[in-house]
């Protein structure tokens, strides 16, 4: 089986949680060294543990309605400029991406979900992850500072 082979645990961060916060309504030249991924419900007071697991379906239902397109995992301008979205799956398991914060909040007349993701991926050109073999030993990690979480089967960059 031929998957993700190796990234960076991701950290749930509490600054880039409290940078969520600040920044989700922010200019995009305020934030240029993060991701983001937005999402509204017009259901004003939708529960907000429901609210992040809508938003994290949603984005992550982009890979089944678009693909990703080449077998190499290289993120393209074809790819890029499909109909549709893919950009909110592509920094959800951007492998060089390594921190997340998220908020759920309130407004006037929806629920509102931000998520952001450090460093910025989705970069045109650069894989979205390394593929390759599931690990079982250290030893089948061919990455510099990795071990092998056997849990995961992902060569985890230290």
């Known amino acids: 089986m031929v998957g993700a082979f190796a990234r960076k645990l991701l950290l749930v961060d509490g600054r880039s949680d409290s940078v969520a916060v600040k920044w989700g309504h922010s200019a995009q030249h305020e934030r240029k060294d993060l991701g983001e991924n937005l999402y509204y419900s017009g259901n004003r007071q939708m529960n907000k543990v429901n609210a992040a697991e809508d938003a994290c379906k949603l984005w992550f239902g982009e890979l089944a309605e678009r693909g990703v397109g080449q077998e190499d995992n290289v993120l393209t301008q074809e790819v890029w400029n499909k109909p549709g979205q893919i ?12 921190r997340l914060g998220c908020y759920v909040n309130w407004c006037d007349s929806m629920t509102y979900v931000v998520c952001q993701y ?6 045109i050109g650069d894989p979205i992850y390394d593929t390759g073999n599931p690990c079982t030993t250290d030893d ?6 990795c071990r092998c979480s056997k849990e995961e089967a992902l060569c985890i960059i230290q």
Do not use: E
Not at 87 to 98: F, L, P, R
Not at 118 to 123: F, R, S, V
Not at 140 to 145: E, P
């Open 87 to 98: 950009g909110h799956y592509t920094q959800m398991v951007w492998q060089d991406s390594y």
């Open 118 to 123: 450090g460093p910025q991926g989705n970069w």
């Open 140 to 145: 089948d990690c061919m990455c510099t500072n």
